[in-house]
């Protein structure tokens, strides 16, 4: 059973930063280069919106409110992604997911449970 497992998410004062990780476990490791990465987020009374993703190869894309200030990478040994976040700021409050996609799999991908991240002071 495939399962991602977030991290890292916690309470932060504005203009602080945290590092989200996303564990893939029950991934079969030869096969985990083939998905897309990814991280959503969902604010309160907000639709679920693509943060960053990132290929296998390295190939990275960004929202344009978090550019400059996040950073999306994996580690395709370890079947783990992270999202650096720096410069954090109010509206970046919400509960983080981690999404793993590939063709063939299911449509919308596999989906963490989240971790709820809050910026505060």
């Known amino acids: 059973q495939v399962l991602l497992v977030e991290s890292g998410g916690g309470l932060v004062q504005p203009g602080g930063s945290l590092r989200l990780s996303c564990a893939a476990n029950?991934?079969?490791?030869?096969?985990?280069?083939?998905?897309?990465m990814g991280w959503y987020r969902q604010a309160p009374g907000k639709q679920r919106e693509l943060v960053a993703t990132?290929?296998?190869?390295?190939?990275?894309t960004y929202a344009d409110s978090v550019k400059g200030r996040f950073t999306i990478s994996r580690d395709n040994a370890k079947k783990t992604v992270y999202l650096q976040m720096n410069s954090l700021n109010p509206d970046d409050t919400a509960v983080y997911y981690c999404?793993?996609?590939?063709?063939?799999?299911?449509?919308?991908?596999?989906w963490g449970q989240g971790t709820q991240v809050t910026i505060s002071s």
């Open positions: 999404n793993a996609y590939r063709a063939g799999g299911p449509r919308s991908g596999y």
């Open positions: 029950g991934f079969i490791a030869s096969l985990f280069g083939l998905y897309l």
């Open positions: 990132a290929t296998a190869g390295g190939t990275t």
